[in-house]
């Protein structure tokens, strides 16, 4: 069985190096129940968002941790991001790191480098205030990963801007969801390949009170151009209760060309003072990487 598994992981990297970056995000670095999405941070955002201008937007300093793991290939995320806000500006980092740690049930196998399947991400962002509504953020990122002999490395962009007026949230990104990546192989030949980019815009409605609890919606839609294209229709709700000590989590995310990479998100977050805890799972259509397993810790200064 850990045979077959390790191969169906070393297939599925190679196409996957068509599209930069090896392995596919599992959700470590965000609220699972989001469904990914990117522009609007409806339930908080930790660390470093995957919209820049969201950094710092609703705390002074955050520190966050997070670990997901899916059910195939046995791949394991592992993220850990910082923020500080100070005079209207906010600057965050984060750090991210994937492996499949069971390729092979040789320890000598296992440890030797020359036959990792995994990459390392190294993201610095930062935000500023415009005006009192608006706050527009720029990210960077690093990226260096590896299938089996061959190694490759790239750099990435993304732009963003938010916007908060009144009982609408709004926000729109621009720039690479994977990078462009130049790859070396084992015999020193090197291969350049393409990265994706995306353009996102989305709206959510901010928390209000429903009785006795607190719900809140929001809805994206993406546009991915390059070797992994294709368009994106993301919905999230959530339900708070406990004066927002609880919410539960439920999102969904569509693909017409790509129906097979459809997926769905139940989850929970549970916040007690500056402490906020998460647990979710994506259940996924396709077989790779198949459904995942999220858990998330952060602390918070508002």
Known sequence: MKQFVAA???CACVPMMAHAQVLPGLGADRVTGSAGIETVAPYEANGLPANPANIGASSRWSLSLGTATNSVTEEVERTVAASIRRRGAGLAVRVTSKAIENLFDDPALRDDPDLRVGSEEYALGASVRVREWLRVG?????VHSQVLGSSGSGAGLRAGVGIWRNWITAGATYGDVDVDMTWRAADGSRERWSGTKRVAVGVATPQFQLGGFQPTAALEWSSDVGPNRGRWLRATASLGFLNGAVRLVAGAAACPSQPTANYQEIGVVAAVNWLQFQLGVRFGADPVPGN????????RGT
Request: hydrophobic fraction near 80%.
């Open 138 to 142: 720029l990210t960077g990122v690093l």
């Open 8 to 10: 169906a992981a070393i």
């Open 292 to 299: 995942a397993l999220a858990l998330g810790l952060a602390l």
